[in-house]
């Protein structure tokens, strides 16, 4: 299957860092990962079971850190979000075979409903065009009402709604 773009670009959105109060009042940091894995592997090991699609992010120790690992390569690009000095979002850029880039987003849910998930999405398609990505992708379930509002918001559209999950296609350069 080829993936279809929608003809407008996304945007224009600002890579990080980017400070902001959240919705609750709480401070929050998004900034490029910059290694802090074992904050990241503490942030998902917090991450509640039911917040979980598709299959992640995982959820043992072990599994988180072989996930990371995949994730945080030089070619993908990764931010973060921080109340103080905890992780409680992240977002990734990570490269297909096709030369465009896959999209993941998770928030904790303590911090969710708050506009962080927003920002984060924002910083990184910012990010993903100050590092060359033109077109990003991603899939998202059906009845995710809240992540697919926020998606078309950013300006992602549907490219493919014939299966049990919905992908959605963005372009970030002309």
């Not at 990734?92 to 998770?106: C, H, K, N, Q, R």
């Not at 984060?120 to 991603?138: H, N, P, Y």
């Amino acid at each position: 299957m080829t993936r279809e773009y929608p003809d407008e670009v996304a945007g224009p959105y600002e890579g990080p860092p980017r400070s902001f109060a959240d919705r609750d009042g709480r401070d929050i940091e998004i900034r490029r990962y910059d290694d802090e894995f074992e904050t990241l592997v503490e942030m998902y090991l917090q991450f509640d079971p039911e917040d979980r699609a598709q299959g992640i992010p995982p959820t043992a120790e072990k599994g988180i850190r072989k996930w990371l690992d995949n994730l945080l390569l030089d070619e993908c690009v990764n931010v973060v979000a921080w109340h103080g000095d905890d992780a409680v979002g992240h977002a990734t850029l990570v490269p297909d075979t096709e030369g465009a880039s896959e999209l993941a987003i998770f928030v904790l849910r303590e911090y969710q409903e708050a506009g962080i998930g927003t920002q984060l999405i924002e910083c990184l398609l910012g990010a993903g065009r100050e590092s060359g990505i033109e077109q990003v992708w991603l899939t998202v379930e059906r009845w995710n009402k809240a992540a697919t509002a926020l998606y078309r918001k950013v300006g992602f559209e549907p490219c493919d709604t014939s299966g049990f999950e919905l992908e959605m296609a963005a372009k970030l350069a002309a």
